[in-house]
């Protein structure tokens, strides 16, 4: 005699489940090692980097703002237009 209901099975929603569990702690661990990483990145304070900035801005010329270093001489400016060599170059 035919049982009056029929076993199904469930096999497949608790795999499903379970695969999305390791899905979301694999998740779960990447992140946790990417924050790991960032707590072990070398820091600096805001004042040491400011300060380093500036004083990298006030000893290093910028030929770019000739109002503030002065006006440059053409061969020292890497911005400056080159002349062109009387020469002739074989590519």
């Known amino acids: ?3 009056a209901y029929d076993i199904r099975a469930g096999g497949d929603v ?5 695969s999305m569990a390791e899905l ?3 998740r ?4 946790n090692l990417r924050l790991k990483e960032d707590l072990e990145r070398p820091r600096i304070r805001v004042s040491e980097a400011s300060m380093s900035l500036i004083q990298y801005c006030q ?3 910028d030929f770019m ?5 002065g006006s440059v001489d053409k061969r020292d400016d890497p911005y400056a237009p080159q002349q ?4 002739c170059s074989v590519m």
């Open 59 to 61: 000893n290093t010329k």
């Open 14 to 18: 608790k795999n499903k489940k379970q």
């Open 28 to 31: 779960l661990n990447e992140l």
């Open 84 to 87: 062109p060599n009387n020469c």
């Open 24 to 26: 979301k702690l694999r």
């Open 1 to 3: 005699m035919p049982a």
């Open 65 to 69: 703002v000739p109002s503030l270093w």
